[in-house]
């Protein structure tokens, strides 16, 4: 357990030290046109997690073969944002999955039951084909396993020590799994050998009612349980005895009831499996995440969860806040900003979206008097 503590390299505290020296100077002289290298204000170069055998600092798809993120082709401040802090974290993004409205989809491509639960002109038709084409695009490419995220994400600026610490967990220290989550000849694989789901987005999450088997690792990445959403404190507090106060706490479960898609992985098993169980073959009755809830309840889907989650939603005030109540009448407040910038996300030591800051500032002070 020793290895897997958190601290700032001699040699980054150097850079840091540096590049906060260099930064102070530059403003003092008021210099025209000081060259700043990109990758020491990349935030998350600060931290980095020690040990060789012990948890690693993910790469930079977060140890997955790709990341892909879905988001309506209109959307581009969406776009502009995962942008900037996918390039501020030190993540690729491989690819874009454009968002599908509801009536895109067509009668006869409808999956549906006689009686689906819920109305399919609502927005969840489109939201499943949405996500039904990340899974298709993870089969057709063959891709052995990728992170799959909503593009109103927010994650630590660390994101890559808070993925790389859950990857060892789930590679090497999974009680919940055959073989500690090795393969059957002992060999590790990417967050274990055998599973199809993994999420870290859910906005809420009930444990089963009866079978409590978990496991818990420390990440000093992981705030206060308190400073998580209402529904995520919850958990933590009713199902889990934490208190509000407990902090650097993570808590694995197999999957049971995750709500919410705003990220989660999937294997190429777990893409066929999806997509073969959920519509994109057999009928589907309910939203994406409810659908889950249903294979993963029945064992047809084999997943993990962890709580608290390590993605979670930018809320923004204004009418770009979501996609999904089509008709959605906004009132404009001059007292609330409501662009991208005037958001804010819960559960996050250090959020990457309110650490896009450091691209504001004074780089340059005109001279005056001469
Ligand atoms: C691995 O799991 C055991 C038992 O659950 C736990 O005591 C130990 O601290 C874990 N190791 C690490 C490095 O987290
Ligand atoms: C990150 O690691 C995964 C798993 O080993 C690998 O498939 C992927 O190609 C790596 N990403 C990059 C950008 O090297």
């Not at 689906?116 to 084909?129: E, I, S, T």
């Not at 809320?315 to 007292?335: C, I, L, Q, R, S």
Request: charged share 20%; glycine share 8%.
């Amino acid at each position: 357990m020793g290895s897997s503590s958190i601290f700032l390299t001699p040699r980054a505290l150097g850079v840091y030290a540096i590049i906060v020296i260099l930064f102070f100077t530059v403003r003092q002289l008021g210099t025209t046109h000081a060259t700043y290298g990109t990758a020491e204000w990349t935030s998350g170069k600060l931290s980095q997690i020690a040990g060789s055998a012990g948890p690693k600092t993910a790469n930079s798809t977060l140890d997955f073969q790709e990341i892909v993120y879905i988001s309506m082709p209109y959307r581009t401040d969406r776009q502009d944002a995962m942008a900037l802090i996918a390039a501020q974290s030190g993540i690729k993004l491989n690819k874009m999955i454009a968002g599908v409205p509801s009536d895109a989809v067509h009668e006869k491509a409808r999956p549906l039951t006689a009686h689906p639960k819920q109305d399919p002109k609502k927005p969840w038709l489109g939201v499943w084909r949405a996500h039904a084409d990340a899974w298709r695009y993870i089969i057709d490419n063959n891709i052995q396993s990728a992170l799959i995220m909503e593009d109103d994400v927010d994650w630590d600026v660390n994101v890559r020590d808070v993925f790389g610490q859950w990857n060892w967990q789930m590679k090497n220290n999974n009680s919940l799994a055959e073989n500690k989550g090795h393969g059957p000849k002992g060999e590790t694989c990417e967050y274990g050998c055998n599973w199809d789901i993994i999420n870290m987005g859910q906005c809420i999450y009930s444990p089963h009612p009866k079978d409590k088997s978990h496991f818990t690792y420390h990440d000093a990445n992981s705030p206060p349980i308190g400073s998580f959403t209402k529904p995520n404190t919850k958990e933590m507090v009713e199902s889990w005895n934490y208190k509000p106060e407990d902090a650097g706490v993570r808590l694995v479960t197999p999957s049971y009831q995750p709500l919410c898609t705003m990220g989660y992985a999937m294997t190429q098993r777990g893409a066929r499996r999806a997509l073969y169980q959920i519509g994109g073959f057999l009928a589907m009755d309910n939203p994406i995440d409810w659908e889950f809830i249903e294979h993963m309840k029945a064992g047809r889907l084999l997943s993990y969860t962890v709580s608290p989650p390590l993605l979670v939603k930018w809320k923004v005030f204004g009418p770009g806040d979501t996609d999904n109540d089509y008709g959605f009448e906004y009132k404009a407040d001059e007292k609330v900003d409501m662009t991208t910038g005037g958001g804010l996300s819960k559960g996050l030591l250090r959020s990457a979206r309110e650490g896009l800051k450091v691209l504001d500032g004074t780089f340059h002070t005109w001279k005056e008097g001469e």
